[in-house]
């Protein structure tokens, strides 16, 4: 568990790599600073380069900015192996105004990043980001995306890790999110919190 001041991103081709931590601390900025790293830098071919993009639109609530897709960060990150879905993700604890609502925007996530996370798995390649993961840990089975991940040579991937987004009825929600973070923390070889 280190904290992430400057980043050397060479240093991690290769390997396994979590950022964590609260809204608003640049982790997909880094997540795409990564993919700029790949294609400009090392030159990898972009369609080696896997990207799942489970973040919400980028949107600012009670000042607060939540979301944010990679290409709002890196434009180029398109030319990558997208694996997209149709529609959107929707922020639960921020949209739900009831426990039966937040459930039902779970699933309609859960469904979404399952199904991008399997076509993944049908055709994988050495190199894997994910942005936002938190959305897949919700509802998502923690083996199956160990199981991912090990398939990859070099996994760059982002979580929210904090309190700042919260609601009365998502406590359980919120608590569940933090303990399969810290599953992630401690089962990917280089961890760091954002802040």
Do not use: W
């Amino acid at each position: 568990m280190t904290v992430l001041n400057d980043f050397d991103f060479e240093k991690i081709v290769g390997t396994h790599t979590l950022l964590y931590g609260e809204t608003n601390t640049k982790k997909t900025f880094y997540t795409a600073k990564f993919i700029e790293f790949l294609l400009e830098i090392k030159r990898v071919p972009p369609k080696d380069v896997s990207v799942l993009d489970f973040a919400p639109k980028l949107a600012y609530v009670n000042k607060l900015k939540i979301g944010g897709r990679i290409q709002d960060y890196y434009s180029n990150s398109k030319k990558c192996n997208i694996i997209a879905f149709k529609g959107e993700i929707i922020p639960p604890r921020i949209n739900a105004r009831n426990q039966k609502e937040l459930f039902g925007l779970l699933c309609h996530n859960h469904k979404k990043v399952v199904k991008i996370l399997d076509i993944f798995n049908a055709n994988p390649t050495e190199i894997l980001i994910i942005n936002d993961i938190s959305i897949y840990l919700h509802l998502g089975s923690k083996k199956y995306l160990m199981d991912t991940i090990s398939k990859t040579k070099t996994f760059f991937g982002n979580a929210y890790y904090g309190s700042s987004i919260s609601s009365k009825f998502s406590k359980l929600l919120s608590i569940k999110e933090k303990i399969r973070v810290e599953f992630l923390i401690k089962n990917i070889e280089n961890s760091f919190k954002t802040n």
